[in-house]
């Protein structure tokens, strides 16, 4: 099972993230608390661990929201969820995913440590669609999409 193992927030855009191990995804925002909420197409930022893991390979001393990111999943191919596919986080929420990867116009402090960064080509964003909790150890899955003509 797919799981979200760190849900992180910051006050200002440009920080690291700090896990909080919960929160409340609202419609049209995000992640209530965070700085990056708003009614734009990249409300919600999802970063694998096993992204991390690859940093972590390189010496890296990091960690869930050292990247930026809201919410670290294990266990779930973000990369291969094309634009539009609908996630379910915890029991409620769902979200869309509307951008993967970023561009960065400013090289972070991983970058310059690393000579590389995770975040603008494995993280991916999301758009909150039905608002509810998410907490560390909640599922999270990709929503298979209705067949046409089924009910």
Not at 10 to 26: A, H, I, P, T
Not at 30 to 58: C, F, T, Y
Not at 105 to 113: G, K, L
Request: glycine share 12%; with cysteine.
């Amino acid at each position: 099972m797919a799981k979200i193992v760190a849900v992180c927030t910051s006050e200002k855009k440009g920080m690291r993230k700090k896990n909080v191990d919960q929160g409340l995804l609202k419609i049209d925002f995000g992640l209530e608390g965070d700085a990056h909420g708003g009614p734009w197409h990249r409300q919600v930022s999802l970063l694998a661990l096993e992204s991390i893991q690859k940093m972590r390979n390189l010496g890296l001393d990091v960690n869930p929201g050292d990247f930026a990111e809201n919410i670290t999943t294990e266990g779930i191919d973000l990369l291969s969820l094309p634009i539009g596919t609908r996630l379910r986080l915890g029991s409620e929420a769902i979200g869309e995913v509307t951008q993967i990867g970023k561009e960065c116009h400013n090289r972070c402090a991983i970058y310059y440590q690393a000579g590389d960064c995770v975040m603008p080509k494995e993280g991916i964003f999301i758009k909150v669609v039905t608002g509810g909790p998410v907490q560390v150890g909640d599922a999270i899955e990709a929503i298979p999409e209705p067949e046409e003509g089924k009910a």
